[in-house]
């Protein structure tokens, strides 16, 4: 009698169940191709494109592109990671500076050098000899300020890492965990590129006695506690500095409810440091030549100047103009901190444990 | 009791103990010292305190401030009852990234208490207990208030009768009665903050950390799996533990108690302590329940005409190829078939189990069923990379994966709500339909049918819900280029610019809007002895 109960139940479900799954299996279809027809690129969360300048790539190659975004940053790369042997894709797109040594260190990429990597500016080429990666875009991690407070207090806003640990601005910074926000270990990776492997300790002491505070994420920092951003403004922040990126302003003015004529918030140019993405393609990548095509579209003039406005980053190639707004609210930080991929890969994970019990404990 | 068996063991199972064994295992060999080193270390040892106290302390406020809720929903009748048990039950389903954000409305600096008092709580451990009372207060309220309402009010009425004190009689006759209830809904709590993240990484700040936290650092910023597999260990047993404490308590509570209905035992407000009493209640549920709600609402609709709802239909916003609202058709397409998997997986569970004949190995994997609310959504997500990638299986890019990922967390709350009800079907009842000549179909469809029906849309309800909410697994998935809702929401919130932020605040809205409209036609459709939650 049970028995029958058991098949009774189980039909009556999976007759519920089955339209659900139908009507989804067009679906399905649709995604199984892994032909040579098709390039597949994985990437983080922010990887975009204009519809019609991906249209332009495909037409003019013949191939189809699929996208796997694969979580933020640091996701996107160890899950390539784990999966090297067999990827899900042909090329991968959003490997740091920060995170470039885990990358090659493990040989998720195999040597391709792109058509155009010769018209890459001189400044972010790396890995010369055996060309596994290639620079696609660049940008900088800085301090931002609210223009409103500091014209109110007749205050000149800090310009350098060291100003910000002057007490003319006591309590006012606001900056991201470095052991889980990428601009926190950017701004983390500048000061120690500027004081040294030996000196940065002691500045964040300073900046910890000059009351320095440090929340888990960038939404955290920018949109609650920044006085500077629209909406931190409306949630009532209180600190008119905050660790964000240069592209950071523009974006106040490109997505505002009212375009304002000049930004509300500005960059310390002083506190910046370089952040390149870079791309290459995968080991054991199935279609391997339409990876190689998709790498020399990333470095063509069509993307390049396409890049900024989708994904708020500077161009690498050179002479690829960048959107008048763009440049005009948010120029390139003049002289950023920079520091070579071995260095970061040899010190990162031991400098943000002591940063950890340095500034949080 | 086979296919849900398969279901388990392929897709949470086998992907689990392939991402613990690429940390743990090294030329072939289980690498347990690992073990020893990872949970001496003093850091890891502080997240081990933390996790174990807040959640003690979530569970002890949650009950504090829940159970009169409870009582007041199961023995008081008042204009608007249903709405507010659903109302209720939203935070429950909401993703934490979105009401993380408007929590700080309440707790944070220019928040209510700030206003009132100059309270201020963010980045102190209160702030986190009282998010996990807003998360958590739809399970005290449905399970023990379920039970509640079910309890025969006569016999405390008869204890008075005979004399002893109001205090005492609740003591002595309907406290005992409670008893397992409170205690499974307890258990519950503590599972669920035990292994809370959203809450913990937006509300906490930087110095607090949970297991779940830190196994998701581990694992998805310093890519050391060797310990994130000792954490993922550490995390399964003590959850496990749990687990099967409350797998045994709701046993107990299943076996000795008479019930009546509901609707029989509910009356208006009497005398001035009764009164008193629900507008507490109200007052707490407006106070830490509908606030930050509103405050999100409220949000949405600051830009001048819908603004921001409308931006939502625009492709050429930027964050997006696609319009953001087309996300809320993937969200409903992809829970119409998570809950398709979940109902009939968890059905057939459930099914199972409720054979009076049933063994100690089913009732086991009661227990084993529930284990997936438990393991940290990296470890799953990572999991399915690696072990789902060859064909028969290779699933990883395949569409299907999102539903059946956010089916394991849906299953659990199927055979939750099925359970009771199916265990209380009178197998005379189908005995004498098949003698009378019934096929077995047709005894299904008049005998069993329509007594389960509503238990079924319930859980079928709450299947959609989690689903719908779900962002943890759905996030570690590579998809095609389409976002759910709380995916959309969290990708719209990593962006400056007040347009972005206003849209994340109308996707949220929405996403409330649609998952309390599930929930209120589950509380048409609520009915006896139905479930847990």
Known sequence: MHNKTLVAVATGLGLLALPALTGCGSQGAKDSAADSGTVTLVSHDSWLVSKSVMKDFEKRSGYKVKV????????????????????????????????????????????????????????????????????????????????????????????????????????LLVTENASTSSPGLGFLLGSAAKFGKDGWQDYWKKLKENGVKVVNGWEQAYYQEFSGSSEGRKAGGDRPLVVSYASSPPAEVIYAKKRPDTAPTGVSQGTCFRQTEYAGLLSHAKNAKGGKAFLDFLLTKEFQEDMPLNMFVYPVREGAAVPPDFAKYGPQAENPETMAPGTIAANRDSWVKSWTSLVLR | MALPAVFFAVFFAWPVTAIVARGLKADGVWRFGRMADVVTQPDIRHVLWFTTWQALASTALTLLLALPAAHVFARLDFPGKQLLRAVVTVPFVLPTVVVGTAFLALVGRGGLLDDLWGVRLDTTVWAILL???????????????????????????AARMLGAAPLTAWRTVTLPALAPAVAAAALMVFLFTFTSFGVVQILGGPTFSTLEVEIYRQTSEVFDLSTAAVLTLVQFVAVGTILAVHAWTVRRRESALRLVAPETTAHRPRGAGQWALLAGVLLTVVLLLVLPLAVLVRRSLDAPGLGYYRALTDADGGTFLVAPLHAVWTSLEYAVAATGIALLIGGLA???????????????????????????????????????????????????????????????FV?????????????????????LGASPWRVWREVDLPL?????LIAAGFAFAVSLGEFGATVFIARPDNPTLPVAVARLLSRPGELNYGQAMAL??????????????????????????
């Open chain 2, 350 to 412: 459930a099914a199972a189990l409720a054979r009076r004949d049933a063994g100690r190995l089913v009732r086991g994997f009661d227990a084993l069923l529930m284990l997936p609310l438990g393991v940290s959504a990296v470890t799953v997500g990572f999991g399915f990379l690696i072990a789902l990638d060859r064909p028969p299986l290779d699933l990883r890019q395949s569409w299907i994966l999102v539903p059946l990922a956010q089916a394991l967390v849906g299953a659990p």
């Open chain 2, 452 to 456: 389960v029906r509503r238990a079924l």
């Open chain 2, 131 to 157: 998010a996990h009372v807003f998360f958590n207060f739809a399970v005290v309220v449905r399970t023990v208030g379920g039970l509640w309402a079910q309890l025969d009010p006569r016999q405390e009425q």
């Open chain 2, 508 to 533: 949220s809205t929405i996403l409330m809007v649609v998952c309390a409209a599930a929930l209120l036609v589950l509380e048409r459709l609520r009915t006896d002895r139905t479930g847990e939650f």
């Open chain 2, 415 to 435: 055979v939750r709500t099925m359970l009771p009800v199916l265990r209380a079907v009178d197998g005379r009842l189908r005995e004498a339909a098949a003698v």
């Open chain 1, 68 to 171: 796997l975004k694969s979580g933020d940053a640091g996701q996107a790369v160890n899950k390539a990671l784990l999966t090297k042997d067999n990827p899900q894709g042909d090329v991968f797109f959003g490997v740091d500076n920060t995170l470039l040594s885990r990358a090659l260190d493990n040989g998720l990429f195999q040597s391709y050098e792109p058509a155009g990597s010769d018209r890459v500016l001189p400044g972010y080429r790396v890995d010369q000899d055996e060309h596994r990666v290639t620079p696609v875009d660049t940008g900088d991690i800085c301090v931002n300020y609210d223009k409103a407070y500091f014209e109110e207090h007749r205050l000149t806003p800090p310009r350098t890492f060291a100003d910000l640990a002057e007490p003319a601005y006591k309590n």
